[in-house]
């Protein structure tokens, strides 16, 4: 409500109409220092001029408005102080009764506060408008009372919008920042909708990248012609429709190879001849001893391939939020493919499965649990496994050693089909693995203090040694938590570092075995046979480190009689940041 009743001044009929006047009257007319009472029901106290209110007064409605400032010739025009019935004021400039100019608007109410530029009552021009006090602002341009122009604006929520708006809405170029989720959006908008041209990105929990798209939107929905480039490292540039893949399209893997594919509602028509598995098929003869090897290894592949297709596209998605087929397999997934598999039963260590695949390209050479494994390096990887483990067998050829390990292991009738297990994945909740990998820097620059060079090919490793090392520097044992209960979870998560006769400390772990193993000695429940004290526990690492420790009858025996070790499901999250929390600062 402005000043005189919306009337934009001081009605002259009822200036006349004076039920009182105290003041000096020069010829007739009010001059000076006076106080009028009108019969319309407000009074005035100030100057006069010639029968006019002219410079500084005060004017009283009877509803409880009060005006004080400047009048010119009847109005309210000039710099003043108006306060309504209902506590909210305004200070600053008026004219003809109407806020002009600048001026501050307070609502103690609602909590909001206006800054800036006016125009005949309205907000008009630049200013700063708090709308309530809980974070909600916006500072730039106005037009009628309606945010126009440029100007940013911080909702309640933090998020925060930066760009142009028309008639209240974000519309034309601008950025929009979701801050709490990470995300945000930079383009063209319509009525407070993305359309047109823009740039979105939001995390995928699992992945320390963001998903990235930029292209055509219309109506909010990614539609047109636009390239989205997953966290996984992958890419799809291509057709859009309604926020799906739709039409013909190119995926692109981080390293550079590319698939065209045709989608319809962001289903890939043509799943059955993969160009990421056709382009491995080309060339076998580095694997196969001569032409017809070569050509039983890529009748094996053929038969298994939909299987080979399906369980990838399974294990690459384990901790992240996309549910296409642009995810990439990364070293942490394909271990935990191997482990569920049981395929580390036979033999072989995960640490050694690396160092057989590494001279598949050079990417499997860097042994980082977060590189990424494409679809056919995983096919290849399989058959280098299978190889190794069967290939001395009498008359085993490799097509042969490799159907062996699908058949038996990978896609076995007589066992269910393949889960992912362990702690780290968690049944695939997502917030869970997404706070660990936050961790997984710093456990990595762990990971390598206490690791020792390997004399096979002078990588970095962490043995035993090394990690109960590190765990007893950084207080974690206990009277319950104990170095004889850490190799309960050992003998879950690496059986290989337990013989009939000997313990070996000197094995060492892939990244996957000690991250599982760190997780399994904070969330399991110590049975009560391992509450050993502190002394009897560490004693073990009191041995050379260049013998291999013997292990009594009785405490195998004791081990085996043991019922698996049990999760406390009490906020497992909390639990396990709670101690990496404690574990780093230590």
Request: aromatic share 12%; with cysteine.
């Amino acid at each position: 409500m402005d000043a005189t009743n919306n009337e934009g001044y001081l009605d002259v009929k009822l200036l006349t109409e004076i039920a009182r006047y105290e003041g000096p009257v020069i010829r007739g007319l009010y001059h000076g220092k006076g106080k009028a009472v009108f019969k319309a029901g407000f009074s005035y106290e100030g100057d006069f001029d010639c029968g006019l209110m002219n410079g500084e007064g005060c004017l009283t409605w009877n509803d409880g408005s009060i005006y004080t400032g400047k009048l010119t010739d009847n109005t309210i025009t000039g710099k003043g102080h108006f306060v309504w019935p209902d506590g909210s004021s305004y200070i600053g400039d008026f004219e003809m009764g109407l806020r002009h100019g600048y001026g501050i608007f307070t609502h103690p109410k609602l909590g909001s506060v206006y800054r800036g530029e006016w125009r005949y009552g309205q907000r008009h021009g630049t200013g700063t408008l708090n709308y309530n006090e809980r974070g909600a602002v916006y500072t730039g341009d106005f037009k009628n009372n309606q945010r126009n122009g440029t100007g940013k604006m911080v909702y309640e929520s933090g998020n925060i919008y930066n760009g142009e708006w028309q008639n209240d809405k974000r519309h034309g170029q601008g950025k929009m920042e979701w801050v709490h989720q990470e995300e945000s959006y930079e383009g063209e908008w319509v009525d407070g909708i993305q359309h047109g041209k823009g740039c979105y990105s939001w995390p995928c929990k699992g992945y320390p990248k963001q998903n990235f798209y930029s292209g055509v939107w219309n109506n909010g929905k990614r539609e047109g012609e636009g390239i989205f480039h997953y966290a996984s490292g992958a890419s799809y540039k291509g057709d859009w429709l309604q926020d799906k893949k739709h039409g013909n399209g190119v995926i692109t893997f981080d390293n550079g190879t590319a698939t065209t594919s045709r989608f319809e509602n962001d289903v890939k028509l043509d799943k059955t001849e993969d160009t990421l598995f056709n382009e491995f098929l080309f060339d076998l003869s580095h694997i196969a001893s001569d032409e017809e090897s070569e050509k039983e290894l890529r009748s094996v592949i053929s038969r298994f391939l939909p299987k080979l297709v399906a369980l990838y596209n399974k294990y690459a998605g384990l901790g992240t939020e996309a549910s296409d087929e642009t995810n990439c397999m990364t070293r942490f997934q394909f271990h935990r493919l191997l482990k569920d598999s049981d395929i580390h039963l036979l033999g072989l260590s995960l640490l050694s499965v690396d160092r057989i695949i590494a001279p598949i390209s050079s990417s499997l050479s860097n042994l980082h649990p977060l590189d990424a494994i494409l679809p056919r390096e995983m096919i290849m990887a399989l058959i280098y496994i299978s190889r190794d483990i069967f290939n001395h067998e009498e008359d085993k050829t490799i097509a042969a050693s490799f159907a062996l390990l699908l058949e038996n292991y990978m896609f076995s009738s007589e066992r269910t089909r393949i889960q992912p297990g362990g702690l780290f994945f968690s049944n695939n909740n997502l917030e869970f693995t997404s706070k660990i990998l936050s961790y997984l820097p710093v456990l990595l620059q762990l990971h390598d203090i206490f690791s020792e060079e390997s004399p096979q090919d002078q990588t970095r490793v962490l043995n035993l040694y090394g990690l109960i090392k590190m765990l007893n520097e950084s207080n974690a044992f206990s009277s319950e938590r104990s170095v004889k209960f850490l190799m309960e979870i050992v003998r879950k998560e690496h059986p290989l570092v337990f013989s009939k006769e000997a313990m070996n400390m000197q094995e060492s772990l892939s990244h996957l075995e000690f991250l599982e193993i760190l997780l399994g000695f904070i969330l399991y429940e110590p049975s009560p046979v391992s509450n050993d004290t502190m002394e009897n526990s560490l004693s073990v690492t009191e041995e050379n480190n260049d013998e291999s420790d013997e292990a009594s009858d009785s405490e195998r025996q004791e081990s085996q009689n043991r019922t698996d070790l049990q999760v406390n499901t009490k906020d497992t999250l909390k639990a396990t940041l709670d101690f990496f929390d404690n574990f780093l600062l230590n």
